[in-house]
């Protein structure tokens, strides 16, 4: 059974910074792309970003471009998202997971198949 647990998530001022870091069991970590989602009150879960596994190609949802870089390490089982220029309406529930090997995009949600608890990110205005 994979385990994604995140942390990093906090209340933070406009225009600060989060790191948000994702952790997986297992020895297949590297073997499989991650993505960072999100999820407003009353919205529906969104891509905010997603990395290749071996982490050359990152992707970015249009509303996080230039804002948020996500990377990640291999050898630690980790995955970060890190934000910048937060914006209140970047106020969410941000939920890493990995996918599932069956489809070749990586900005939807049926992409993926283990998915971590999340961590809540507020940003006051």
């Known amino acids: 059974q994979v385990q994604l647990v995140e942390s990093g998530g906090g209340l933070v001022q406009a225009g600060g910074s989060l790191r948000l870091s994702c952790v997986g069991s297992g020895r297949t970590f590297g073997m499989y792309a991650m993505g960072w989602f999100r999820q407003a009150p009353g919205k529906e879960r969104e891509f905010v970003a997603a990395?290749?596994?071996?982490?050359?190609?990152?992707y970015y949802a249009d509303s996080v471009k230039d804002r948020f870089t996500i990377s990640r390490d291999n050898a630690k089982n980790t995955v970060y998202l890190q934000m910048n220029s937060l914006k209140p309406e970047d106020t969410a529930v941000y939920s890493c997971a990995r996918q599932n090997g069956q489809y070749s995009t990586l900005t939807r949600d049926y992409a993926y198949a283990y998915w971590g608890r999340g961590t809540q990110v507020t940003v006051s205005s």
């Open positions: 990395i290749t596994r071996s982490g050359d190609r990152p």
